[in-house]
């Protein structure tokens, strides 16, 4: 089993839709918890961390549901900007540093 | 500011070939990451170093791979003789001990052809 699994999609909305990606990870020590992004052909870049209470960032809502060591993105009046790959992003603890462990990403294509 | 700059960019080379990769990272960054990028299996960590020391090397596949940081600027990563199933895009990350930890810089990254 993948330590970080997600749905590689690619899930196509409209304009203006909301969509939501789901990740689950195998490691329940794993404390933190990321969406990083990646645009074609370019870097991950880190979109938001996942905090236990939830968090938001503008049309970006995040959860975490530690008892089913499962982590969700929702992404809220989808703009054209928003296609891009979604890579959840959970530690591997254990020594001083912990590893971060990326999975496959989700592929969003927001259409006009 | 800078971003973690990498070298080249891209690189196409034939099979049994010497491929070096080339990392500065972002000034100040006590850690340094390479990553290796392929449709298949995503993101992979190689190896990573702190204070250019490398702490956890597990993720480099095979003693082909070999990787340095001779000081706090510059690393690279080697691959002695290169394979067509080396192919992939590798990244170079930093990132700065302390709250942020876990917050990567990313590269642009190596785009890498063995043929």
């Known amino acids: 089993r993948k330590e970080v699994e997600q749905d590689p999609g690619p899930f196509n909305v409209p304009e203006g839709a909301t969509v939501a990606f789901n990740c689950t990870y195998s490691?329940?020590?794993?404390?933190?918890f990321f969406w990083y992004r990646q645009d074609c052909r370019k870097e991950p870049k880190l979109l938001m961390s996942v905090y236990s209470s939830g968090n938001e960032d503008g049309r970006f809502t995040a959860q975490l549901n530690r008892a089913s060591q499962y982590i969700s993105l929702l992404i809220r009046d989808s703009k054209l900007s928003d296609s891009a790959t979604y890579l959840c992003?959970?530690?591997?603890?254990?020594?001083?540093?912990?590893?971060?462990?990326f999975g496959t990403g989700t592929r969003l294509l927001v259409s006009p | 500011d800078a971003g973690v700059i990498q070298s080249p960019r891209h690189e196409v080379t034939e099979m049994g070939q010497e491929v070096t990769l080339r990392c500065k990272p972002i000034?100040?960054?006590?850690?340094l990451f390479w990553y290796r990028q392929t449709m298949m299996r995503g993101l992979e960590l190689l190896i990573y170093?702190?204070?250019?020391?490398?702490?956890?090397d597990s993720g480099m596949p095979e003693d082909r791979f070999s990787a340095k940081m001779p000081n706090a600027s510059f690393s690279t990563l080697k691959i002695q003789p290169s394979e067509p199933r080396d192919s992939a895009v590798y990244f170079c990350?930093?990132?700065?001990?302390?709250?942020?930890?876990?917050?990567?810089?990313f590269g642009p990254g190596t785009r890498l052809l063995v043929l």
């Open positions: 170093f702190n204070n250019n020391v490398p702490i956890d």
């Open positions: 490691n329940s020590a794993s404390q933190s």
């Open positions: 992003v959970v530690n591997t603890p254990g020594g001083s540093f912990q590893k971060l462990v």
């Open positions: 990350a930093s990132s700065l001990a302390g709250k942020n930890l876990e917050t990567q810089y």
């Open positions: 000034s100040g960054h006590d850690y």
